[in-house]
């Protein structure tokens, strides 16, 4: 998987197709099991998979198995070569078609767990039939999972599943790479749609929703604002139990150990959707036994309004002794499933590229630093941006800041987008990582408290550059946002916290 490019976001039945021998190295072997069917339907849908057994794998042999999925829009992987290294090191690989994609059969319910988390579950129910698979007890088999963006959100789909229905998940290890926390509030914070994002997922396979869905999909993108009405609530219907933060809402935690990336100038599922997997999606036990990854990549768009700035590059999983974080997944599985010695370490803490390509590691990132904010008037709908200085480098900024003031408007639905900035003046000013936030006021505000996450970043201001607060009318990755008349927000009172590294 390119990271600089968009990610394409009870007994089984087999239907096997011939095994090939491939290279003298594994078995392939291609099939599908029946999985829950369509609401409405009685027809079995087809989940179809490759499955690669490494050579010398037997029943006197076994090995782990590890799961992997393919993006939104993409299909699964059938080529042995690009699961060499896996292969080497020792474990299987199954890769599959996710529902409605490749040669799998249904329509696309965005991991939903009645669907896309039922289908992993059967699949999970496969490999335990395998007598070259290691198992820890029958039924179990010894599992771990990459993949990322839709390839990483199947993993967190069908380990919440299996804890939500049996009390516990078959899962031993996960390594998502820049997936979701919560799927609405990616694709549209503060119901303020990414548009520009939308517009490419909905081009990739907005065929594959359900066809409600794909229509309420189109509006989100005509008006750049949630839908109010019917098809606002068929989308809060549809996207309700889509990701980790419904399964944490109802008490559930993962308790295995997890290897996260996330891309930190990723501009649809940012660094604060991977700090949010990370602090909130495990126990406290599983964090204790995992890393999270921040790399400058992910899905990718240039910042041009407000411009924004960073740098391509994996500095942390180099700084963790791997050349990229596909080496580093296979370390981390090696050590989790196979108990081997790697040498790895930095479990329980957050490793984050700068935007200048620097790894810094901090072991909490919580706010230690408040700056007061003076009155901050901003145009709405068109306009130039406000860049508002807060300090002078040289200092280093990482985690998720926040501005929490009153809010005043005149005009519903205004919105204004807020990032941290660098520059020598304010003239000069970027934003770090390529990444805004929102702010939507859908009814007039006067004086309203509010408290508004900006983006996750990890930035260096080296001396003689400042850090600047920008609050911006317009943001291309927003663009299109079909709002009120130009007018003006006002924020008074208000109070900046950031993590300040020492």
């Keep these: 998987m390119r990271r600089r490019v968009l990610a394409l976001f009870g007994v089984v039945a087999l239907l096997l197709m011939p095994v090939v021998p491939a290279a003298a190295t594994s078995t392939v072997t291609n099939g599908c099991v029946d999985s829950v069917p369509e609401p409405g339907t009685s027809t079995p849908v087809r989940i179809c998979y490759t499955l690669f057994e490494p050579a010398g794998a037997s029943a006197r042999h076994t090995v782990p198995l590890i799961f992997h999925s393919h993006g939104w829009g993409g299909s699964r992987t059938k080529d042995p070569a690009a699961f060499k290294d896996w292969l080497d090191a020792g474990f299987g690989v199954l890769s599959f078609d996710q529902r409605s994609f490749g040669e799998s059969t249904g329509v696309a319910h965005v991991m939903n767990p009645d669907y896309e ?84 997922l909905f081009a990739g396979g907005g065929t594959h929703l359900p066809p409600a869905v794909s229509k309420a999909f189109v509006a989100l993108i005509a008006t750049g604002a949630w839908p109010s009405g019917q098809a606002g609530r068929e989308l809060d219907a549809f996207f309700a139990h889509n990701g980790p933060a419904w399964h944490v809402q109802q008490g559930r935690r993962l308790d295995i150990p997890v290897l996260l990336g996330q891309g930190i100038s990723d501009n649809l599922f940012n660094l604060n959707q991977g700090l949010a997997n990370f602090d909130r999606a495990l126990t406290a036990r599983a964090r204790a036994k995992s890393i999270l990854v921040g790399y400058n990549g992910g899905h990718v768009l240039p910042a041009v309004v407000p411009p924004g700035y960073a740098v391509a590059g994996d500095p942390c999983s180099i700084a963790l002794g791997s050349p990229n974080f596909s080496a580093l997944s296979i370390r981390f599985m090696q050590l989790r499933l196979l ?73 519903p639905q205004s919105a204004a987008y807020f990032a941290l900035s660098v520059g020598k003046t304010a003239l000069t000013a970027k934003v770090v990582q390529n990444n805004t936030m929102p702010l939507r006021e859908k009814h007039t505000a006067r004086g309203v408290r509010r408290t508004i996450e900006l983006p996750a970043v990890a930035v260096d201001v080296p001396a003689g550059q400042n850090l600047y607060l920008t609050v911006a009318p317009v943001a291309d990755m927003y663009a299109g946002q079909r709002g009120p008349l130009p007018g003006v927000l006002m924020l008074k009172n208000g109070t900046l916290r950031v993590h300040l590294a020492r």
Excluded at 348 to 356: E, I, K, R, V, W
Excluded at 367 to 394: C, Q, R, W
Aim: proline share 6%.
């Design 339 to 411: 108990h081997q010695a790697t040498g790895l370490s930095g479990f329980g803490t957050y490793h984050l590229s700068t935007a200048n390509g620097r790894c810094l590691t901090q072991r909490s990132l919580t706010a230690n630093k408040s700056y007061s904010l003076g009155k901050i008037v901003v145009p709405t709908g068109a306009g130039l941006p406000v860049n508002l200085p807060i300090a002078k480098g040289p200092l280093t900024i990482a985690g998720t800041p926040t501005v929490t003031a009153d809010v005043y408007t005149v005009i």
């Design 117 to 200: 988390g039922r289908d992993v579950v059967k699949l999970v129910d496969l490999v335990a039939g395998l007598d070259w698979v290691t198992k820890q007890r029958p039924g179990d088999p010894l599992i771990g999972a990459i993949g990322g963006s839709y390839g990483g959100g199947y993993q967190f789909a069908g380990a919440f599943t299996e804890l939500r229905d049996s009390g516990r998940t078959r899962f031993d290890a996960l390594a998502p790479e820049i997936t979701w926390w919560d799927l609405k509030q990616s694709l549209a914070p503060q119901e303020a749609a990414r548009t520009m994002w939308l517009s490419i």
